[in-house]
């Protein structure tokens, strides 16, 4: 079973940018769909992004990071990464990658992912 495994998170300014990587262990991608979600002190998980193979690519935004972020993926399925540009404080949060096979209407829903990884703090502040 593949685990995800996060990493790139730290301390940007508001504006900066930051990169982060979710890689496979255990296994590759292939298959699953993967997705990360971030929660803020006192709020509840919530989803920011998701890639999904099923004959063919298709990735999914939050309204709140779409423009900003974007998603990609190596070829050979072994780890995805979240570009996350124009950042604010609000976007101040441990972001968890997941993975699991969603059906279309749980690709948003922590519902739709079985498994997670341990998270990375990304902290926006001058």
């Known amino acids: 079973q593949v685990q995800p495994v996060e990493s790139g998170g730290g301390l940007v300014q508001p504006g900066g940018s930051l990169r982060l990587s979710c890689a496979a262990s255990?296994?590759?991608?292939?298959?699953?769909?993967v997705a990360w979600f971030r929660q803020a002190p006192g709020r509840e998980r919530e989803f920011v992004a998701a890639f999904r193979w099923s004959g063919g690519e298709t990735t999914y935004y939050s309204d709140s990071v779409k423009g900003r972020f974007s998603m990609s993926r190596d070829r050979p399925n072994s780890a995805v990464h979240l570009q996350m540009n124009s950042l604010t404080p609000e976007d101040t949060a441990v972001y968890y990658c997941?993975?699991?096979?969603?059906?279309?209407?749980?690709?948003?829903?922590?519902?739709?992912?079985?498994?997670w990884g341990q998270g990375t703090q990304v902290t926006v502040s001058s």
């Open positions: 255990g296994s590759t991608f292939a298959g699953y769909a």
């Open positions: 997941a993975t699991g096979r969603p059906i279309i209407s749980t690709i948003t829903t922590m519902g739709g992912y079985n498994t």
